[in-house]
């Protein structure tokens, strides 16, 4: 069974910084692209950053110089590092993972980012 969990949201100052959390299990990080997609209220659901297998990546112009990606193959955990924080970064971060094998996606239950002003 694929469970994704993700953990570290918030409520932050504009200017400050959260480190999101996702902790895999019931797939390998071979095989799969990750990544990070985000909801704000009344919007759909937009990409973040995803991450390949060999370690490309892939951000949103809204957050390339403030976010990173990254993982750990022993924890099977990918993270996101948020900094300069603004507040139309509010929204419910969600981790995804696609298996490229057949295309499903597997999605975390989502973490709430608050950022105020």
């Known amino acids: 069974q694929v469970q994704l969990v993700e953990s570290g949201g918030g409520l932050v100052q504009a200017g400050g910084s959260l480190r999101l959390s996702c902790v895999v299990s019931g797939i390998t990080f071979s095989g799969n692209i990750l990544g990070w997609y985000r909801q704000a209220p009344g919007k759909q659901r937009e990409l973040v950053v995803n991450i390949s297998e060999a370690g490309s990546t892939n951000y949103a112009d809204s957050v390339k110089g403030r976010f990173t990606i990254s993982r750990t193959y022993a924890k099977k955990t990918v993270y996101l590092q948020m900094n300069s924080l603004k507040p139309e970064d509010t929204a419910v971060y969600y981790c995804?993972?696609?298996?490229?094998?057949?295309?499903?996606?597997?999605w975390g239950q989502g973490t709430q980012v608050t950022v105020s002003s």
């Open positions: 995804q993972a696609k298996r490229l094998r057949d295309l499903r996606d597997f």
